[in-house]
């Protein structure tokens, strides 16, 4: 279950995941791309139902984590990945509305998919659930770009503390890669 499916990384792991015969629900704020992901998982021969989700809200997040229950029987594997970024601003620029908006989606939304995806999978007998980080936010380089890499690379605090028996929690920073989300901030 990929959140910010409809592109990026999270479009490229549900494509992924589909190519290893993965049963998914794609979730992602953007309808169209959502559904277009769908459809391309389902070229690839697998199953795929898109769910409209905005993470900063509990109730979608809920309901990504119940339409894979109702579908499959079970969630096994969940991909904290959705996220946004804003142009790059000194921390004294940054409007507070901005500065809610990145953390309620880059920090909150993994927290609440998180809060969802666990009974889930305790229900299930274990699963995994990965999260994106960014190493940015992790030095000191950080301070010359946006709150983007200070949000996400609080997701570790998340992750590391939420461990449970039979449910892998992992943090997983990629690369530098060219998408909406990277490069809206330009």
Known sequence: MPTGAGSG???????????????LIVGDVNEPDGLATVAAVQERGAEAEFVRADVSRS?????????????????????????????VAP??????S?????????LT????????EIPAMK???GGAIFAIITSIGLTGIA??????PRSRSLVIA???????????????????TLSTVSCSGL
């Open 123 to 125: 229900r299930g007998g």
């Open 9 to 23: 990384i999270g479009r490229a792991t549900a494509l992924a995941f589909a190519s290893e015969g993965a049963r």
């Open 143 to 148: 301070s010359r770009f946006s709150i983007v």
């Open 158 to 176: 998340i992750v590391v503390t939420n461990r449970v028996e039979n449910i892998s929690t992992m943090q997983t920073r990629p690369g530098t």
């Open 109 to 116: 939304g993994v927290y609440l998919c998180m809060k969802h």
């Open 91 to 96: 921390i004294a620029e940054v409007k507070e």
């Open 59 to 87: 109730g979608d997040c809920a309901a990504m984590v119940e339409r894979a229950l109702r579908r499959f029987g079970r969630l096994d594997v969940a991909f904290n990945n959705a996220g946004i970024n804003l142009p």
């Open 98 to 106: 901005d500065w809610e908006r990145i953390l309620a989606i880059n």
